[in-house]
């Protein structure tokens, strides 16, 4: 009889998704758990959680902006770039330390949290080794490769501009600047890395996913999408860096518009796979992001009054990063482990949950127990995406199911 394969770790090594996908996954229920456990005992008291030297809103941000999604985002990138610039693949040494790197600075951040002093420290260098180091793996792409492929020196930049706000994030630990570097490395890691990563991902990739699935689509993809999304972004993060928030409109205006274009465009019409179907219901979460930014700083300008707190910042994070990254990587996921292309139903949960998440969140800002309801959509959140983490935890671990090797 015929039994199957063992899950082994070593298996992690067999390609770069693999390995910084499975980080990344076990670095989001690290991150939320802590975060959940923080946010339930400061409004209820339990449980009793350690504060931390640093603000805990402060340590949440740079988590999950320089250390859980980058995992997520150096994977797809180790990955994709030698495909998108017809180069060979990596070798396992060039991206085994970009995990170690990720994942032993977060766990040495979350340690830090919770009562090691040094964690911090610890945790900034162990994270900027592996940024340096994946960054140090993908620039010789881009100028090995025969042409010019734009997506992925889009990506690089945004990784750029994200190095920089880790340095920031790491100049003030060390004492060397004041919190103001903080807060600037807290929207260098929304406006200057991971919204440009998710924007250029989504134009190569969604508008030929759609192709391949959906009979008579035609892709839609024009480079001038990125050369006008790029200068919005960098003038939305200009905005926010020198506090002008009640002037974001003039910048987020026409990205609502660029964006709802986009997905009006983008969007299959007739019949579509699930796995495709959440892609575009992913996407859309950015129009509606921006609307409540404009509608937050038009409020502002009129009456002085910052409404919506964070709700507009969380519809990106929650609503926007949340549900695509459950929908990218189950589409990679089932892809490059020689699945069917289909949604399973663990992951399905996962994303309509996480949307859940999203508006509870949202709304958290403008509730009456604010701390309360931020608790709830902490939970909610490793609710919504632990069965689907254990489920593509598995997968890693295993072999691929056609046979073939990766």
């Known amino acids: 009889m015929n039994s199957k394969p063992a899950p082994s770790l070593a298996r992690l090594l067999n390609a770069p998704h693999r390995l910084l996908f499975f980080i990344g996954a076990s670095n989001v229920l690290l991150a939320m758990a802590w975060w959940s456990a923080w946010l339930a005992g400061a409004r209820w008291g339990v449980p009793a959680t350690p504060q931390p030297t640093q603000p805990p809103g402060w340590l949440h941000a740079f988590v999950m902006q320089y250390q859980m999604l980058p995992s997520f985002i150096f994977g797809f ?38 009562g090691w002093d040094a964690g911090l420290v610890v945790g900034f260098l162990m994270t900027l080794a592996g940024w340096a180091a994946g960054l140090a793996t993908l620039a010789p792409v ?5 042409g010019t492929t734009w997506h992925a020196r889009s990506c690089f930049a945004a990784l750029l501009l994200g190095f920089i706000g880790l340095l ?30 998710y924007f250029s991902v989504a134009h190569r990739m969604f508008p030929f ?44 205006l026409p990205l609502l518009a660029l964006t709802l274009a986009m997905l009006l465009r ?40 910052f409404l919506l707190g964070r709700g507009p910042a969380h519809a990106v994070f929650v609503g926007f990063f949340g549900t695509l ?7 990679v996921t089932q892809g490059h482990s020689g699945r069917p292309l289909v949604m399973p139903r663990v992951a399905l949960y996962a994303f309509v949950a996480i949307n859940v998440t999203a508006v509870l969140r949202i709304a958290a ?39 073939r090797p990766g």
Not at 292 to 300: F, M
Not at 387 to 398: D, E, F, Q, V
């Open 209 to 252: 996913f759609a192709g391949n699935a959906v009979p008579g689509y035609r892709p839609w993809r024009p480079l001038w999408l990125l050369a006008v999304a790029w200068p919005l972004l960098l003038a939305h993060l200009a905005l926010e860096l020198v506090h002008a928030y009640a002037w974001l409109w003039l910048a987020d």
């Open 168 to 197: 920031a994030w790491g100049a003030y630990l060390l004492g060397l600047a004041s919190p103001a570097w903080v807060m600037a490395s807290i929207k260098l890691g929304t406006f200057g890395l991971l919204l440009p990563v």
């Open 77 to 114: 990138l180790l990955t994709t770039f030698p495909k998108w610039t017809g180069l060979r693949e990596f070798e396992r040494w060039r991206y085994a330390p970009v995990g170690i790197g990720l994942f032993g600075g977060q766990l040495a951040t979350l340690l830090g949290a919770v």
């Open 365 to 403: 800002d403008i509730a009456p127990d604010t701390l309360g309801w931020q608790a709830a959509s902490a939970v909610a959140w490793l609710l919504a995406l632990a069965p689907w983490i254990a489920n593509i935890g598995r997968i890693y671990l295993s072999p691929r199911a056609d046979g």
């Open 142 to 146: 881009l100028w090995r490769e025969a």
């Open 266 to 305: 983008w969007w299959p019409r007739g019949r579509k796979p699930a796995l495709l179907t959440t892609l575009f219901a992913g996407f859309a979460w950015l129009p509606a992001a921006f609307a409540l930014y404009v509608a937050q700083s038009l409020i502002l300008l009129s009456t002085g009054q």
């Open 325 to 331: 990254l459950v929908a990218m990587v189950t589409r």
